[in-house]
């Protein structure tokens, strides 16, 4: 595995300190950069974990229809134009034509220029098709209009509509006593009434005494006066709800359970004519065991979203309308505030490099790029070694920044959970790092430095220079520790990692980033007019989770242990 | 930092506009075919730019943007399909900065710009791959399969798994221009 760095969101956690790297919570709280935002605002770092998220379009994955959220709930979130899925392996289906009238003597071009109909619904992956399951169309197209009637005539959607129909007035009233009330009903009040009228109902339904279950007691979970005030008042009011088919005797009617399935099991003589847990539980109604009941099923939409800080609620990401548009109006992401950090071991780009040298010069080399494999057995790190590493850091902002880093001691707990372990080992860490906590710069970003048409960011001389400088002769025996090197907006820095003789795990260390840049002369997108009063530099800190890969015990070590 | 990729310099031919096609690739009816630039080829590759509409002269059957990957034994094929009782090849249209990786055979007929595609995944015919979506390896993508904008795919058929991130665009621009650079002749010396 390459080294790798990810970074910390606190995620409103009090704790700015992130959990110590060997325990799991580490990895729920370190990201990697690419997928954080950045709430100028709150002068923060956001993940998805943390931001709120709204939905700001739908479509559908397939046609890529944009559906107006109006319909959306009409056409119960699912696709209503041509687009079904495979009821048997969630492929896409076609609309194929029935094969034309054969005449006899020869082939006759079809009458229609879309084929001849009937219609059917066709996978092309397993070969399921809608006649199969008596499912056949006039037309090629508004499949799902033609599909309606049958769709809205199956148990599960009239029991659907039922529902509804019953808590309707019971939400209707509700609501509309509370925008009566006292209270000026602003949009947004009523709207959370609303909900909480809504809540109301169905933990009113849902505290009702079952024979043999222990009682919920709503009150004791929420102290808010007024709510339980609602709640008991709308437990009174809610007639109760009788379903249009009884359970017993639901599986005559062809909806699965009870004995039709024991006497289909019992003569099954083929699996896959029992549909797989996969196959039936995204249906809302017990269907039927059988394969051959599967119906397709329309594809439900997709949607695009904003996300908003969840402190101050100020919009981080808002994409264009357009529903395959790739592009932002609003992308506050973390990568244009904080400095890119990526991590070598220069030993193993050495040895991955010389992999692919060989592999070159062989006449018939399979492989010039390396698998995943190869590279894993080559990038262990010997315990008992010292390993020099590269941090590179580049800067995203258009001035110049002063970077420190600093390693995070490693708290190694104190009681040791492990029984197993040596109490004195364990709570020696298990290597050391050094890394320079002097600050450094690293240059502005300019657009002139990007990879441009024809200008790479090292000139071919160059970067021949050094590969063959590294060839030839063993690396010169510089400093690994400190500023190794500064080009463009990138700043090299060395460290070294000393493993000890009996270290075991992962080598991964936390590692804190402050950098300080020019608060006035920040680019116009960046900061309120409000905060140009502001100190000439401001200072930001973050956390990153280091890894530099898996430790190769040593033998006498792992004999040690085991016994 | 990361190691260089090499090649043997007299394996591979490089264009003015920096396309660097292997020798040991098979490109059939290369009139037909449209190289971006700083696009490679690699060994074993087969692009059919052979198979196309049965009208005389010049027609573009494969285009690929700039700095595409098309890995090594990937097969490049032009869709087909029976229309009205005619037999045609339709043309394949690829965008920018787009990875295909080693071993899987390609029939889609547009796929964006930004788009990974993993190792040994068949697309199948008139697949269309919209911008920034990743096909994870080993995927069958059954025909006429749309893969919509942002979206990763995974698994036989292939389905949605996840959205991906928002800086997908610059994350993949960045890493296939790392890896054209990373890509070097080996010296003649050596
Ligand atoms: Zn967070
Ligand atoms: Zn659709
Ligand atoms: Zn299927
Ligand atoms: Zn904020």
Known sequence: MAPSVLYHCPCFSRHLVPPPPHLASSSHS??????????????????????SVEVSGYYCPNCLFEVPSASVRAEKNRCARNCFMCPNCRNTLSVVPSDPPDVGDGRIAPISTVGEPPFFLYCSHCRWDSAEVGITFEKPTGLAAQLQKSEDSAPDSLEFERLKEHFDPIIRASSLSSSSSAVPSSAAHSHHLHSTSITAAASAALARDIPGVGRYNPLSRSGRGTGSKDRSANKDEMPDYKSRMDATTASKMGSGGGLPDVEFMRHLENVSDVASLEQRWSYSWATSLQTKDLKPLRIPLHSKRSKRCPACTHILIKPEQKAQSVRYKIKLVAANYLPAISIALPHQVEKFGHASAEAAKRPYGKATVLTDEEKEAMSGLLAGETYPFHVSLTNPLYD????????????????????GTASEKARRPPFVVSLSTTPFSVAAFAEAWEYDEDDDILDDDELEARLSGREKEPKPKTKTVGILEKRANITVVGGEVMLRKEARGNVKFNMLVSYTY???????????????????TKTFAFYTVVELGPIIPREETRIDVDT | MESPIYYSKSEFIETDTGNKVSRRATIAGPQNIILGGKTIISSGAIIRGDLRQSRPGHAVVISLGRYCLVGEGCVMRPPYKTYRGTFNYYPMKIGDHVHIGAGSVVEAATIGSHVEIGK??????????????????????????????????????????????????????????QFYQRFQPLDRDR
């Open chain 1, 30 to 51: 370190f990201h990697p950069l690419h997928t954080l935002f950045f709430c100028e605002e709150c002068d923060a770092v956001r993940c998805n974990r943390c931001v």
């Open chain 1, 400 to 419: 110049p920044i002063q970077v420190k880093l600093s390693v995070q001691r490693m708290h190694v707990a104190a009681p040791s959970s492990d029984p």
């Open chain 1, 518 to 536: 020019r608060a006035d002369d920040a680019p116009a997108d960046m900061g309120s007019p409000s905060k140009s009063k502001a100190p000439a």
């Open chain 2, 120 to 177: 040994n995944c068949i697309i199948g015919k008139f697949v269309i791959i919209k911008d920034c979506a990743k096909v994870a390896d080993n995927s069958i993508v059954p025909p006429n399969t749309v893969i919509p904008a942002l979206s990763f795919f995974a698994g036989s058929p292939a389905g949605f798994v996840e959205d991906l991130p928002e800086s997908t665009q610059e994350l993949v621009e960045s890493q296939t221009k």
